[in-house]
Nanobody
Framework: QVQLVESGGGLVQPGGSLRLSCAASGFTFSDYGMSWLRQAAGKEREVIARVHSTGTITNYSNSVKGRFTISRDNAKSTVFLQMNSLKPEDTAVYYC????????????????WGQGTQVTVSS
């Protein structure tokens, strides 16, 4: 079955950077778009970044555009999220999820969540 394992979270000061990774297994990774989502305490889940199955097309929510970069390595079945210029409001649990097809605008397959990784931005 689909398995997604996120890593790379932690505590970082405002303005700092983190790189999240998500290792995928149980499906043909290169056939599917991938996404990163986050959920802050008391808030709804937010899809923040998507990437096409080939890695050539990406899109971002306004809240992270220009600061975060999603990328993927199909040879290693891994998707990444480079987060720069972090702000306290970026504090959340971050999840990766596959999309329903290879395009970058496909709906998120919410049955494919990983366990998440906590990112805390605080001084």
């Amino acid at each position: 079955q689909v398995q997604l394992v996120e890593s790379g979270g932690g505590l970082v000061q405002p303005g700092g950077s983190l790189r999240l990774s998500c290792a995928a297994s149980g499906f043909t990774f290169s056939d599917y778009g991938m996404s990163w989502l986050r959920q802050a305490a008391g808030k709804e889940r937010e899809v923040i970044a998507r990437v096409h199955s080939t890695g050539t097309i990406t899109n971002y929510s306004n809240s992270v555009k220009g600061r975060f970069t999603i990328s993927r390595d199909n040879a290693k079945s891994t998707v990444f999220l480079q987060m720069n210029s972090l702000k306290p409001e970026d504090t959340a649990v971050y999840y990766c999820a596959k999309l329903f097809d290879g395009t970058a605008d496909s709906p998120v397959d919410l049955a494919s969540w990983g366990q998440g990784t906590q990112v805390t931005v605080s001084s």
